[in-house]
């Protein structure tokens, strides 16, 4: 498989954004304390994961949609997390 200087950097891009959520989801869970979390900040990114999902459907980039559905149940984990762990 010959891959395009734009699919590696794509494929770069896409793991390092799917990879940037596992930090914070493991120093969440670890400390069982959200209170650092901006509610307002993740509820846009969520907003922002599910339209470029839309986008992709849209354009027919399954690749823009794969990575940004991930990125999506990661930020979306941040977000139950932040319910979950409110009083902490």
């Not at 395009?4 to 896409?14: F, K, L």
């Not at 209170?35 to 980039?61: E, K, P, Q």
Request: contains cysteine; aromatic residues 10%.
């Amino acid at each position: 498989m010959n891959l395009s200087t734009p699919d590696i950097v794509g494929t770069a891009a896409a793991i390092c954004s799917m990879t940037s959520f596992t930090p914070q989801i493991a120093k969440i869970w670890r400390e069982r304390d959200a209170s650092s979390v901006s509610l307002r900040m993740y509820v846009v990114t969520v907003t922002g994961f599910s339209l470029w999902i839309a986008y992709g459907a849209l354009t027919h980039s399954w690749p823009v949609v794969g990575s940004n559905a991930v990125c999506l149940v990661l930020s979306g984990v941040i977000l139950g997390l932040k319910w979950r762990f409110r009083g902490g």
